[in-house]
T-cell receptor, first 111, second 114 residues
Framework: TQLLEQSPQFLSIQEGENLTVYCNSS?????LQWYRQEPGEGPVLLVT?????EVKKLKRLTFQFGDARKDSSLHITAAQPGDTGLYLC???????????FGSGTQLTVLP | ETGVTQTPRHLVMGMTNKKSLKCEQH?????MYWYKQSAKKPLELMFV???????ENNSVPSRFSPECPNSSHLFLHLHTLQPEDSALYLC?????????????FGPGTRLTVL
């Protein structure tokens, strides 16, 4: 079983603060995705990273894939209440039809 | 709006009832998935239909039965469920064989089994 561990499990911060959440595994993934899930909705894909060491930016969100393709991080700068949600990472192996999901980080940004 | 719709959004049922969950995707995808999301647990893949081939998680009880009549529609038939089956059931779709298997999710059906 290829597990993805996400940390922290819960995070509550004030608007304007910076934060980083992590996604770690002992397995190598061919690609890794980050999703955000808001209350009452399904997960929405934010980004896919595929190359070891890759960094992708999406406005105030910065995603990094570890050099060994076993871990990833998501950094949010100047968090806003609209960033509140459950952040999920999901890894894929080769051309596998299945994704392995982490259990998520529940982020709350207080105004 | 992700292009994947699910009905009903909420369902309360007794253990002896039979009900069905419906999913429809308008993205032209050819792979569809059922996931179970329980609190504090990773999404659990239940079933995959990809290019008319079905793949299932062997740990899913037989009281859950999927049906995929075509590439746009997916059903999950439920019968004699248990209270521990209460969860959010998510449908997703993707392009079979695409490089990264990026998936598009519906809003889910919140199921409560009494």
């Amino acid at each position: 079983t290829q597990l993805l561990e996400q940390s922290p499990q819960f995070l509550s911060i004030q608007e304007g603060e910076n934060l980083t959440v992590y996604c770690n595994s002992s397995s190598v993934f061919s690609s890794l995705q980050w999703y955000r899930q808001e209350p009452g909705e399904g997960p929405v894909l934010l980004v896919t990273v595929v190359t070891g060491g890759e960094v992708k930016k999406l406005k105030r969100l910065t995603f990094q894939f570890g050099d060994a393709r076993k871990d990833s991080s998501l950094h949010i700068t100047a968090a806003q209440p609209g960033d509140t949600g459950l952040y999920l990472c999901a890894g894929a192996h080769g051309s596998a039809r299945q994704l392995t999901f982490g259990s998520g980080t529940q982020l709350t940004v207080l105004p | 709006e992700t292009g994947v719709t699910q009905t009903p959004r909420h369902l309360v049922m007794g253990m002896t009832n039979k009900k069905s969950l419906k999913c429809e995707q308008h993205l032209g995808h050819n792979a569809m998935y059922w996931y179970k999301q329980s609190a504090k647990k990773p999404l659990e893949l239940m079933f995959v239909y990809s290019l008319e081939e079905r793949v299932e998680n062997n740990s899913v009880p037989s009281r859950f039965s999927p049906e995929c009549p075509n590439s746009s529609h997916l059903f999950l038939h439920l019968h004699t469920l248990q209270p521990e089956d209460s969860a959010l059931y998510l449908c997703a779709s993707s392009i079979a064989g695409a490089p990264y298997n990026e998936q598009f999710f519906g809003p889910g059906t919140r199921l409560t089994v009494l």
